[in-house]
């Protein structure tokens, strides 16, 4: 039975927050949303804004066919590789209420999906893999509908908001971002930003606007731009939840610390938080990894809170393997304390390789960079990203752009591999005879021993579509060679977590519902999809969630 009178609650003002705070509040419900940090956004915002949903209605309206069951198809041969942690319920239940989530979040006015162009399933020799049509995203927004709330949005550092997909996909990921950051700087124009966006509801001309957002940025501000309307909804920034109350067994409420002091709030709580990427403890519990080996992109207030708030009222937790878990090969900033990642690892003329000089893995795709480093009794640690001149002059890395000098101390160089060995504590002569077998076969566009340049989305995503015979494949030869110690980077999506079922409710070691208690978030363990994982995943179960949970916090019937 629904007591309306109580507000929700929603810890998180995340894509899967907001949704779930706008789906109550349209139907009746008072909503608090309390987020830790001073912006709204999380994870979600720094993101490719990508959300996967198979036989979604936006792919259908431009004639792409599919269907549920080979939406299902193409789950389950992805999580073949440990079925005990795939949730088949949960499974069924996000495959089949996730069209009818998408089309009700644009019917709502909360986004105008699109289908990114050109872009296959990760796994596209997996069983029902479709070339395009299951990743969504949203139209282009200005900033300016957002009015003072504006300066609390999240801009992606990693994503060249302010371009679209369409000209990603034409010039490749890494020259979209170079040409960006020109284009902030004042030496080029924007380009790619099409003259559609929503605002209000109704259509606007982009071009009449000086802040198109887009990707995951623009993804949340077009959810938020529609929260904005609701006068339900009360947005509380710099809000940490720190305890869960409750009464009887069930979840009744939270404690918060405000700028004002410790506040207490009773209603039903939806955790809508991201994962543990900024807490060592956590890391090291559920993927294992030492701070030497793992860092993140996500927002720093990722710190696994939803995981301790759950778990303090007795909530299972549910483990996904490490070998599975989304993160990618990255590195320390530049600049900072921080860290970064980009395409440049999967680019031309680059390879991976562990202490022994070997590579061990399809060194473009971090699915199998991944599961490989990782593997239970054969990891790979440390690994090392390794690469010549020619890349540095077409592609640069992080902040260094094409032609660029490292800043001093953060890559080693050398003018042949066994020396650049050496400084990275790698054998040089084992790295020199690896540098040779990759030459021979990159030449051709090939590798027949790890598959580099066999996985299309990579290809599309990652790569240089300029460069031939492979967008991902280039000789090492020209010194002097460069190399770092590559460290994994969560973003956001740590796999393991918070034990729920198919509807988003928190479940009890044993498996029993939780009153009061719901997760939406990246804190709730994907179990929905199990050791199978493909952009988009996340955020497209996040939405279906937050659908699911507005509707029975609301009273009505979940289909």
Known sequence: MVDASEPVIVVGAGLSGLATALGAAVGGRDVIVFEAADQVGGAAAYSGGQVWIGANPVAAREGIEDSPELTETYVRAIARD?????????????????????????????????????????????????????????????????????????????????????????????????????????KADHAGVPAFGIADGREFDATEGTDPLTFGTGVVASFLRRVLQEDRIDIRLSHPVTELLSDGGRVAGVRADGPDGPVEVRGPVVLATSTYDWDTDLVREMVDLEPEDFGSVAPESLRGDGIKLARGVGAGIAKIPATSVPMLPGWRSQVGTGYGYGPEYAMPHTMIVDAAGNRFCNDSYWVDIVAKTLAPG?????????????????????????????????????????????????????????????????????????????????????????????????????????????????????????????????????GDVIDGLYAVGSCAALTTTGTGYNSGFALGRGVTLAYLVARELRGEPVP
């Open 82 to 186: 440990a079925p005990e942690v795939l949730d088949e319920k949960a499974m069924l239940r996000w495959i089949r209420t996730g069209p009818d989530a998408i089309g009700y979040w644009e019917e709502l006015g909360a986004i105008r999906w699109r289908v990114i162009p050109g872009l296959a399933d990760y796994h596209n020799e997996a069983d029902g893999a479709l070339p395009v049509g299951r990743y969504l995203t949203g139209e282009v927004i200005d900033g300016s509908v957002l009015g003072s709330w504006r300066d609390t949005l999240r801009v992606s550092p990693y994503f060249p908001v302010g371009t679209t997909y369409d000209e990603l996909m034409e010039k490749g990921r890494r020259a979209t971002y170079v040409d960006s950051e020109e284009s902030r700087s004042g």
């Open 378 to 510: 054969d990891r790979h640690l440390p690994f090392f990203l390794v690469w010549d001149d020619q890349h540095r002059k077409k592609y640069g890395l992080a902040a260094t752009p094409p032609g660029g000098e490292y800043p001093e101390g953060w890559v080693s160089s050398a003018p042949t591999f066994a020396a650049l060995g050496e400084q990275l504590g790698i054998d040089g002569a084992q790295l020199t005879r690896t540098a040779e077998r990759f030459n021979h076969y990159a030449a051709r566009g090939e590798d027949p021993d790890f598959g580099r340049g066999t996985v299309t989305y990579v290809n599309k995503f990652a790569g240089d579509p300029d460069n031939t015979p492979s967008p991902v494949l280039g000789q090492l030869t020209e010194a002097p060679f460069h190399g770092l110690r590559l460290k994994f980077v969560g973003t956001g999506i740590g796999s393991s977590g918070v034990h729920i079922d198919g509807d988003g409710r928190v479940l009890d070691p044993d």
